[in-house]
């Protein structure tokens, strides 16, 4: 059955209600290639203006992240979980590492992939025996789709996009579309902790 592109039922509001447009959010992705910290992204919207931003820890053992406003406050924190064989991530409110503020965990569907398919569980859910969402696609081509659960309705969707330009100045750039309704933190958050994830690997 084909893939549906229409808004989810009910707003997918993960991190916070108020990132949830009635409308497509169109964001653009810009990591540079070389970092002193590490993978720093930049997200900025159809007119081009910082929305968000990715910092990560110069020395950090488990590749921490932390997602900033356009202001520099951070909204989300993002850490590897350590001795995990599915390269798990866990994601907290603001700039906690604590359980109590935990939001959802990442975490690949299986070990061995060809390609990228990764599940979301949110934090209420700790049987963990069914995602709330789901992530298929290609990262290396960076295509990949997400949607809720094992359903067909998708959520939001991310492409490279390739100019001379940025190859010269050393930064990998990907567009990704946020459905209406749907939290586009979130789904930043998302493309940054795939990038973690699939830094090593050419699926």
Not at 46 to 53: C, I, K
């Amino acid at each position: 059955m084909a893939a549906s592109h229409g808004s989810p039922l009910e707003p997918v509001a993960v991190v916070s209600p108020q990132f949830c447009a009635p409308y497509v959010v169109p964001l653009t992705v810009t990591k540079k290639a070389i970092s002193l910290s590490d993978g720093d992204f930049t997200v900025t919207d159809a007119n081009g203006a910082v929305v968000l931003r990715v910092k990560g820890a110069i020395f950090s053992v488990r590749h921490r992240r932390v997602l900033l406003d356009a202001a520099g406050q951070p909204i989300l924190s993002m850490q590897e979980k350590v001795f995990s064989m599915h390269n798990r991530w866990e994601v907290f409110r603001g700039d906690s590492n604590n359980a109590s503020d935990l939001l959802f965990t990442v975490k690949k569907t299986s070990i061995i992939q060809l390609k990228t398919e990764m599940d979301i569980f949110l934090a209420g859910n700790t049987a963990e025996q069914v995602c709330d969402f789901k992530i298929k696609g290609s990262y290396f081509e960076r295509s990949c789709a997400f949607y809720i659960g094992n359903s067909d309705t998708m959520i939001a969707q991310m492409n490279r996009k390739f100019t001379v330009s940025n190859v010269l100045l050393g930064k990998d750039t990907f567009g990704v579309t946020v459905f209406p309704q749907v939290d586009y933190v979130f789904i930043a958050a998302l493309v940054v902790i795939l990038d973690e994830i699939h830094r090593d690997r050419s699926d």
